[in-house]
DNA sequence: GATTATAATCGCAATTTTGCGATTATATAA
DNA sequence: TTATATAATCGCAAAATTGCGATTATAATC
């Protein structure tokens, strides 16, 4: 949970997930364009979204289409919310 | 929202939020017994916590009660459930 | 085979985060 | 007033993150 909160915690790759949620085309060329960014950096953002399994690359000749994975996606939903509909006991 | 999502980067935060969420009472002496770190480094993550507005400690004598900000709280939910319920229109 | 376009990796510097011991501040109790 | 309990702050070391130039890898094209 930590783990996926942290991933999400840089506006680059917030960035990014907006950007590849109203995409259909993804390819890594097009998300380099998106961000004011070196290559290296975005690749970077990339590869800890798809270490923690929030998207997936798939590549095809020289070019790499990058997709949020959607059952993935689904399961973090449920975690926040699941976070934040908790009964709050507040004192203060 | 990277900011918040930042702040709920860390298994230590995670923990006091899930602390606070279940706890009438939440001084910090308590969140300090919960957690397996120093004094020091629990009030250095409610600190962070308190910094994005997540929780508010209210200071009555020598203790301390910190409490999450329900305001806050539900603004991040909704803030988070617009990300992850967006209509994601995947290639791959 | 050589060239080009694209993506991935390496290695480095700068910055930020994490964790904590030690100290300080403050209110309550003795 | 002194002692005690609690919380907050300081300052440091270690580790992790961020950003990027340079290089490498690979497939497509000429």
């Given amino acids: ?3 996926l909160a942290k991933a999400l915690g840089h506006p680059a790759r ?15 060329g097009d998300i380099v364009d998106e961000l ?5 950096t975005v690749l970077q953002h990339l590869k800890e979204l798809k ?5 997936k690359g798939e590549i095809s000749g020289t070019k ?3 997709c949020i994975d959607m059952q ?3 399961e973090i939903q ?10 709050i006991k507040n004192c203060c």
Same sequence: chains 1, 2.
């Fill in 51 to 55: 270490e923690v399994g929030l998207i």
């Fill in 72 to 74: 993935v996606w689904q």
């Fill in 14 to 28: 917030i960035a990014i997930l907006e950007y590849l949620s109203k995409q259909v085309e993804c390819v890594c």
């Fill in 36 to 40: 004011p960014l070196a290559q290296a």
């Fill in 78 to 87: 449920w975690m926040f919310a699941d976070l934040f509909t908790k009964t």
């Fill in 64 to 66: 790499t289409c990058y």
């Fill in 1 to 3: 949970m930590a783990k």
